[in-house]
């Protein structure tokens, strides 16, 4: 095994370990706060309600190019649905930005 490899396993070490804490200490603290989790909920609740909204906007177009992948009607609905989604949360990201800076300056 040369170092590269293990440096790399090292690697696929460290982010198992971080993305374990990153889901599991945050639901420790909000299994003391229960108001927060309700919070936290509800927004998942509402990125899965965009998703599904875009996803049933988004084409299910299967072109020569998408064939050659392997792409099928229902994944390309599907990256559709996640592309529609990530340009609405960009927007909404932009809009509250530009929204909050207005009204800091308004005070």
Do not use: C, H, N
């Not at 090292?10 to 198992?16: D, P, R």
């Not at 909000?30 to 509800?42: D, E, G, H, M, R």
């Not at 309600?49 to 099928?72: L, M």
């Amino acid at each position: 095994m040369e170092f590269v490899d293990i440096l790399l396993y090292g690697a696929y070490l460290l982010v198992i370990v971080a993305a374990l804490g990153a889901i599991v200490l945050p639901l420790i603290s909000a299994l003391s706060q229960p108001k927060s989790l309700l919070k936290s909920l509800i927004g998942v609740l509402a990125i899965g309600v965009i998703y599904v909204v875009s996803w049933s906007i988004s084409g299910d177009e299967v072109t020569a190019k998408y064939i050659k992948f392997d792409i099928t009607s229902t994944s390309s609905q599907v990256i559709g649905g996640v592309l529609i989604t990530t340009y609405l949360l960009m927007g909404i990201a932009v809009i509250s930005i530009v929204y909050s800076e207005i009204s800091k300056l308004i005070r």
